[in-house]
């Protein structure tokens, strides 16, 4: 048995339970809980979380969102905190690290470069800044972790990192997601005014996301198919949104935007929805498939970058920029039980494939062979 590590965690994200990148430290801390009780942790976070309330835990001064106070805290009293603590080894699982090293490794996730990749992400100014974080980050990890294969062939291309240096660790899918009759359906349609059968889409109320082009191909179908479903958009507000809703409600009354629910709520409406759709014109991993193919629906997606790689063969792929061509796949799918019912058994298949559990054992190894190097 190898000698006992002292582990520190970008936390902070857990905070916002709206964001991606949440789900993915809440769950790997939640993992990392189940299969290793040996190692020592250590959380750092800037609100109080449920999940911390037991666990050993260290006040940061500010969100990774406050890029005045927040980054301060990060890049130099991190770093001094973190060779007190006599950490042997620190997370920063939201693309960031502090530039400053002492005794203490350094691992980075990275699950995307959309500052260098997408520049419609965000202000140029945004882009910029995150473009820096991002490039010192990787520079200064002893080993990055990417979330797709996708992203790894990313980093080595924009930010001329070795491919010894990456590492690939996958997402995870929790046992959370599952088909359900819930009595609460008619309730929950009710809530959100969903009459019809309906069509679901899942993401922040970004450019990337192609709402616009969806809807499009939504219309498409309402005028040329007399389609009679109604399109369900679950998710927060991000960059851009008024713009999005703009082009929704010149578009069709059928279009509903839920906002930001709980999980409960999703659960109910992926367990009740005809079809999944997922535009994206760009992501680094793509939770939201798995989690519809876990409450099997059937899925179609964009065949852009990762996408293609976590859905694998449970989905039906289309060109997102292709407005018809979205709207021939969602017909398809929608007209065909047959095909229906394939790909959700697919989908089934696949999710089996991703677990949070997978992804905190492959974590804590690179851990320790970072630490034994």
Not at 64 to 85: A, F, M, R, S, V
Not at 205 to 211: Q, T, V
Not at 312 to 330: M, S
């Amino acid at each position: 048995m190898g000698e006992k590590l002292k582990i520190a965690i970008d936390a902070r994200p857990a905070a916002d339970a709206k964001a991606g990148i949440s789900r993915f430290v809440l769950e790997l801390i939640k993992a990392m809980r189940k299969i290793d009780s040996e190692n020592t942790y250590i959380y750092y976070t800037d609100k109080k979380i449920a999940l911390l309330n037991s666990l050993n835990s260290r006040k940061a001064w500010a969100s990774t969102e406050n890029h005045i106070i927040g980054d301060i805290w990060e890049q130099i009293k991190l770093p001094i905190d973190l060779y007190g603590e006599k950490v042997d080894i620190y997370h920063g699982t939201t693309g960031r690290l502090p530039r400053l090293r002492m005794r203490t490794k350094y691992v980075v996730t990275i699950h995307d470069l959309n500052p260098l990749k997408f520049s419609n992400s965000n202000t140029h100014t945004y882009n910029c800044y995150m473009s820096i974080l991002l490039k010192q980050s990787v520079n200064v990890a002893d080993k990055v972790i990417a979330i797709s294969n996708t992203t790894k062939n990313d980093i080595m291309e924009l930010l001329h990192i070795p491919e010894e240096k990456i590492k690939v660790i996958y997402q995870g899918v929790d046992k959370y997601w599952k088909p359900v009759n819930s009595v609460s359906q008619l309730a929950i349609r009710k809530k959100y005014n969903i009459s019809t059968p309906y069509i679901i889409a899942v993401g922040n109320l970004e450019p990337k996301k192609n709402f616009p082009r969806l809807f499009s191909a939504f219309s498409i179908l309402k005028d040329n198919k007399k389609m009679k479903e109604q399109l369900v958009i679950v998710g927060p507000e991000g960059w851009s949104t008024k713009s999005i809703l703009d082009s929704a409600r010149r578009i069709s009354p059928d279009i509903i935007f839920t906002g930001y629910i709980s999980d409960y709520e999703l659960q109910i409406l992926y367990s009740g929805a005809e079809l999944f759709v997922f535009p994206s014109l760009y992501e680094g991993f793509g939770l939201p498939l798995l989690e519809a193919m876990a409450c099997e629906v059937p899925v179609i997606a964009s065949n852009s970058l990762a996408i293609p790689e976590i859905a694998g063969d449970a989905a039906l792929f289309f060109d997102p920029t292709n407005i018809e061509e979205i709207a021939e796949t969602i017909e398809k799918v929608i007209s065909n039980e047959e095909l229906r019912k394939e790909l959700i058994q697919k989908g089934i298949n696949r999710v089996k494939q991703f677990s949070w559990e997978k992804t905190a054992k492959e974590t804590l190894n690179l851990y320790k062979e970072i630490c034994e190097s």
